[in-house]
């Protein structure tokens, strides 16, 4: 699976639009890229996911580069809630029942009153 | 809607000592993963299991064993444990067909003193 790259931490007002980017310059053409997110210690939660196309659901917007070789994740208004780390991960599609995430560093974002 | 169940929420055990971890996936699924997540570290995959047979396996130490029961529980058993297989243990969960999402639960907290 391609390796991801993301800012180490990000500060974001709360009610701002949070932006945040991910590079994967090696990324397949069959890989897709998924964020999910994990609030101090509780399970990694899942966020959106897309291959080539734009994304949008209830709780952010996948805006993804023509090339593919980055992406943005946007939590269009943020809340306290949304402090947490963020994890922009690559995914190719595997096999049947073994698809793992590979977690890579992420991003430590803090959403400030 | 029901949620991947791990239990315990949290273990404490001797050095040596052995330890097993439950989890219990969202109905229907079939794949379960494993992870472990160190402090101030990222969650590092261990094993899968995908229809009672393992599918994928990560760096998990050889005192580790897990299986898949008929009803798709999980259980990870640990053996002569070290102070450094203190962690959050957590368990997610899929169906098995490509792309799907994983679905993680709470987490086990394991401390070994």
């Known amino acids: 699976d391609a390796k991801t790259t993301q800012p180490t931490s990000m500060d974001c007002a709360e009610g701002r639009a949070a932006n945040l980017p991910c590079n994967h310059s090696?990324?397949?053409?069959?890989?897709?890229v998924y964020w999910y997110r994990q609030i101090h210690s509780q399970g990694p939660q899942y966020i959106i996911h897309?291959?080539?196309n734009n994304e949008t659901n209830e709780m952010a917007s996948l805006i993804i580069t023509e090339d593919r070789k980055s992406s943005t994740l946007i939590l269009p208004h943020a809340t306290l809630r949304d402090t947490a780390v963020y994890y922009c991960?690559?995914?190719?599609?595997?096999?049947?029942?073994?698809?793992?995430?590979?977690f890579g560093q992420g991003t430590r974002l803090t959403i400030n009153p | 809607a029901a949620g991947v169940i791990q239990s315990p929420r949290h273990l404490i055990k001797e050095k040596r000592e052995t330890a097993t971890l439950k989890c219990y996936p969202i109905?229907?699924?079939?794949?379960v993963y494993w992870y472990q997540q160190g402090p101030g570290q990222d969650p590092q995959f261990l094993i899968s299991?995908?229809?009672?047979?393992?599918?994928d396996k990560g760096s998990i130490p050889d005192r580790f064993s897990a299986q898949q029961f008929s009803d798709y529980h999980s259980e990870l058993n640990m053996s002569s444990l070290e102070l450094g297989d203190s962690a959050l243990y957590f368990c997610?969960?899929?169906?098995?067909?490509?792309?799907?999402?994983?679905?993680f639960g709470s987490g086990t907290q394991l401390s070994v003193l």
């Open positions: 997610a969960s899929s169906r098995g067909t490509v792309n799907e999402k994983l679905f």
């Open positions: 090696t990324i397949s053409g069959n890989e897709y």
């Open positions: 897309g291959l080539k």
């Open positions: 991960i690559v995914r190719g599609p595997g096999f049947q029942g073994a698809q793992k995430l590979v």
């Open positions: 109905p229907r699924h079939d794949t």
């Open positions: 299991f995908y229809e009672k047979m393992q599918s």
